[in-house]
């Protein structure tokens, strides 16, 4: 199998922005088993201290960047200096100055070039952010279908992404591959595993473990699963939500205020987690919630079911069908009645159903999301896209 180099080009690895800084990690692993070499161009600067994280792949830094555009015009200089040791390179997201700065680039150069969107064409921003979405149909129909229009291919981890994203944005005509996506489950010592989760909970560690794990953001439906859970095990002292993620943000701050307003105590805030913390909790919790308003993959989803761990989650998650064949959790609409029913039936079920579902989760896992069949995808569009 004939090596292939690879930069993907993102504009920051800062983790707080969760999903696409986790895929490049988690691509870092996949592409390595089929003789794929993965680089990465960031517009951080060099000295952000998250570029010391050792999973991430070689990057090369050329910011600061400036506003949430990340404008930095030192781009094109690097690309026209470096790009020719890639055979491909691979915009991460959209809306944003790399893309333009790639897209042109390539134009002068004929460079080649796919794009992975990461669920940022997704209707949810129209509906809930609406000035920003004309902002974003103004900077559509200047640059961002031209810069969709003229990569080898858009890259969507689902169907039903490729779907949502023809949606808000016209005209939509473009190239595109559906690739497998997942996570690389990390094989800590299970001792080490309990150690720290037992560290970290406490007093609670003997309790039911219900999980939130991801950004703790408006578009995660957070508001949603704390109503739930007050409804559902309010009065249960075996039951504990715990909220995993930067708990110091305004949205935090609110759903805090709402704990206080509902009296609900058994629910714990770890604020940041380090990466075996994470894992951790995925692996030792009973169940992990995400009745999300809008979800494209769901790293955290698929983490979940790497370590046997069913997952509640709403209809707005692309991969729900998926969790649904296998059996592997339980789908509703992202409301407080569907996530209520959820819980309540999670909890009711029998030690030999709960059995089954971890099962499940395990299996869905293996079949759709470990990192040989995202490398496999990978390596199978880069090599049909090759000129030989």
């Not at 992990?288 to 955290?300: L, V």
Request: net charge positive.
């Amino acid at each position: 199998m004939k090596k292939i180099n690879i930069l993907h080009i993102a504009s920051t690895l800062n983790p707080k922005y969760g999903g696409p800084v986790e895929g490049l990690k988690i691509l870092n692993v996949a592409y390595k088993k089929f003789n794929i070499s993965l680089n990465v161009l960031t517009l951080d600067s060099k000295k952000s201290i998250w570029l010391k994280d050792k999973l991430l792949p070689k990057t090369f830094a050329i910011g600061p960047s400036y506003f949430n555009y990340k404008l930095n015009f030192k781009i094109w200089r690097w690309l026209k200096k470096n790009v020719y040791r890639y055979d491909f390179v691979v915009v991460d997201g959209v809306w944003q100055f790399h893309g333009l700065i790639m897209w042109l680039y390539a134009i002068k150069f004929n460079q080649p070039y796919f794009v992975l969107t990461h669920g940022m064409l997704d209707p949810w921003f129209k509906k809930n952010y609406f000035f920003k979405h004309f902002k974003k149909l103004i900077y559509w129909k200047l640059f961002e279908n031209k810069i969709l229009k003229n990569a080898l291919a858009v890259l969507f981890t689902s169907k039903k992404e490729k779907e949502l994203a023809s949606v808000p944005y016209r005209p939509f005509s473009i190239n595109s591959e559906i690739i497998n996506h997942g996570v690389a489950k990390k094989n800590y010592k299970q001792r080490i595993l309990k150690r720290t989760f037992n560290n970290l909970l406490k007093n609670n560690r003997e309790k039911k473990i219900v999980l939130f794990l991801s950004r703790i953001h408006v578009k995660k439906g957070c508001d949603v699963l704390i109503k739930s859970f007050a409804k559902s095990f309010k009065d249960n002292k075996d039951v504990i939500l715990v909220m995993a993620g930067d708990d110091k943000n305004k949205h935090a701050i609110e759903l805090k205020k709402l704990v206080s307003n509902l009296k609900l105590k058994n629910i714990m805030w770890t604020g940041f987690i380090n990466d075996i913390q994470k894992w951790s909790l995925l692996e030792h919790s009973d169940v992990c919630c995400f009745p999300s308003n809008s979800e494209n993959f769901g790293t955290s989803i698929v983490e979940s079911l790497s370590c046997g761990t069913p997952v509640i989650i709403s209809n707005k998650v692309n991969i729900y069908e998926i969790i649904y064949k296998y059996k592997a959790g339980l789908i509703g609409n992202n409301n407080v009645k569907d996530t209520t029913k959820n819980l309540l039936k999670w909890y009711k079920l029998s030690a030999n159903k709960k059995k089954k579902l971890k099962q499940n989760a395990m299996k869905c896992f293996e079949r759709n999301f470990n990192v040989n069949i995202i490398g496999k995808t990978f390596r199978k569009t880069f090599d049909k896209y090759k000129v030989h």
